[in-house]
């Protein structure tokens, strides 16, 4: 005779009932490993609330925290073709089209014009998510197009630079992207139009010897990399230690390289102020 009885209905497991997290809910800082929810994070200019470091962020980002609110895009649909036809582990045309359908971008900057405090500002905006930032003849050709739109409309540029250097998939069509927006920039100082450069982590390669340190302001974001070439690199050239901090932000400012640097929470307010002080004086006046 059995004394026990095994009941089965009516009994709910704590499995039964446990709900999935919804994937991308939290974020967990990558310095001091501090938990918190995507909201907290967007609601703090995405910074650890913990220890104030600067998560990676996008275009799309940006444009959020800085325009007053609608702005209009250049050439949204531009992407790379595949002149050289090239193929490492995968060819780049596939790259292409993996990247792009990861990102939703079509390649690894966005160019928009709007206003920040009330008064005009033209954006370029570097994307790392897309193939490391790279800079490409996509990259070069818009940067192109702002300075045009710039200094024909005599509104002040700022670049967002987040990148990993020039795109190798393209060759010399890469690097050819250095001389052509330093050439542009050119033009744009002879117009008299204000170019701010925005420097994030990171900051790397031929984009750094080009572009990103020919700003009438160079500014940065905190603890960012700034190199031409990484730490690790010039370590093994130079076989030696390297000092503290070596390339990052605030040991540029302190050799001269930058004219400042802006926590992101300040960043809207600080280029308002830029645009207010480099603002034309009025006739008359």
Known sequence: MGWFKRLTSGIQTATRNKKDTPEGLWYKCERCSETVTRKELRENHYKCPNCAYHDRIGSAEYFEMLFDGSFEEYQPDMAAADPLEFSDLKSYKDRL????????????????????NR??????????????????SVVGEKIAIAIDEARSSRTPLLIISKTGGARMMEAAFSLMQMAKTSAKLSQLAKAGVPYFSLMTDPTTGGVTASYAMLGDINLAEPEALIAFAGPRVVKETIKKE????????????????????????????????????????????
């Open 97 to 116: 089209k993996a990247a792009q359908k990861k990102t939703g971008l079509t390649d690894a900057i966005r160019v928009a014009k709007g206003k920040i």
């Open 119 to 136: 008064r005009p500002i033209i954006i370029a905006c570097m994307d790392f998510s897309f193939i490391g930032g790279s800079m490409g």
């Open 242 to 285: 390297l000092p503290a901090g070596f390339q990052t932000s605030e040991f540029l400012l302190e050799k001269g390289f930058l004219d400042f640097i802006v926590d992101r929470s300040e960043l809207k307010e600080r280029l308002g102020d830029l645009l207010y002080l480099f603002e034309p004086a009025k006739k008359g006046v």
